[in-house]
């Protein structure tokens, strides 16, 4: 099969992804050690390890487009260990075959003091998570095989889990209850809209003057926390709970004795103070918009609620 896009990792970026990719009548593998994924005509749901490099070669047959959205579990030894050498293994496949591959990333690596952030503050973190994310972009920009990355904020809409506006918050606005949120609950702070991630994504895949670059996915303007719970209070129909932060000084005090406070910890300052993110220069160049925050609200809240409706 020739012209297949190829999508590693199921979650809520991979899912989205392929999901998309469907219904513009594209061809679809997506790679998982599963077999899981979105149930589509057009998807083929394939289990394959890609730290198997002769399968992983296999898989990639036929491709001209690869959205790597494999990741690891959230602690920094983990990505060191895990993701340069995934990366790398996925760049020398995709190199064979001619394709482009195509990352969603973070602003893990940006010097978060220049706000707002925009494409061209600088990418220098050194240490923890965030380093590594600084030489993983440094790994890409060395490949030859094209790349892309697209940046995100902090995820939120359908199949977001695991993360701050995911089961964390949206379950709980659902039912009235009172939100505790990271760091301060009022300082502006961006969020990205995952189908958002993926349109970027995709359209930067099938741009060549696109390749080789480090987007900003499109993403509505900042909001604070609060905002964002009443946003989803508004889509449910339901009154706004109470919302207050949870300082900084509990995860810090907790990281001295538990490993997973303190890699949490590491990401403070961005709930902490304003963290903005700029996407306007890659809007004008991927020709999108991201999707007004009420219409996003919308879809998250009914996916959820969907969900917690199929759990009886």
Known sequence: MSDIEIVTGAGPVGWTIASQLAQQGRRVRVLTRSGSGPDHPLIERRKVDINDAAALREALDGAVAVYHCVHAAYEAAAWERELPAAEQRVLEAAGVVGAVVVFPESLYSYDASEQPITEHTPRNATTGKR???????????????????????????????????????????????????????DQPHSFTYVPDLADAMITAAHDRALWNSVLHAPTAPAVTQRQLVEAFADAAGVPAPKVSGL??????????????TRELAEMLYQFEEPFVMDSAESEARLDLRPTPLARAAEDTVAWWQARVSAAG
């Open 247 to 260: 300082p900084g000084w509990v995860f810090r005090a907790g990281g001295l004795i538990h490993r997973g």
């Open 131 to 185: 380093g590594v994310r600084t030489r993983l972009l440094q790994a890409r920009a060395a490949s030859t095989t094209p790349t892309v990355s697209v940046v995100a904020s902090d995820f939120f809409g359908p199949h977001v889990m695991n993360a701050h506006a995911g089961e964390r918050m949206v379950p709980a606005v659902l039912a009235g209850k009172t939100m505790r949120v990271l760091g301060c609950a």
